[in-house]
């Protein structure tokens, strides 16, 4: 069993800032990466940002780069957000996602927090 706690999510407004967090616990073997998706209302689910434990540079979708920062940490198994200058239309489900192997087994497979709602009023 794999457990994905998210946190931070509520209600702000526009210019304002919010930072979500990500938990994972439960029977992880090992973490590729995890990441952050969101989903707005009548729209499909996009990624925001993603970090990688192997390597490379944190990746921020572009209308986010310069407002959005991914900060990571294997070894605590957590994910921050940080969103500032948020949008209206930054408003949407948050996801945090975490790519990665379980226990006993050797394939990655991705598992999914249940959202935080994340509310940018005008």
């Known amino acids: 069993q794999v457990q994905l706690v998210e946190s931070g999510g509520g209600v702000v407004q526009a210019g304002g800032s919010l930072r979500l967090s990500c938990l994972a616990s439960?029977?992880?073997?090992?973490?590729?990466?995890m990441a952050w998706y969101r989903q707005a209302p009548g729209k499909q689910r996009e990624m925001v940002a993603r970090?990688?434990?192997?390597?490379?540079?944190?990746y921020v979708a572009e209308s986010m780069k310069g407002r959005f920062t991914i900060f990571g940490d294997n070894g605590q198994r957590t994910a921050n957000l940080q969103m500032n200058s948020l949008k209206p239309e930054d408003t949407g489900v948050y996801y945090c996602?975490?790519?990665?192997?379980?226990?006993?087994?050797?394939?990655?497979?991705?598992?999914w927090g249940q959202g935080t709602q994340v509310t940018v009023s005008a």
């Open positions: 970090i990688s434990f192997n390597g490379g540079s944190p």
């Open positions: 439960g029977s992880i073997f090992r973490i590729n990466a």
């Open positions: 996602n975490v790519n990665g192997v379980s226990d006993g087994t050797t394939w990655f497979v991705d598992w």
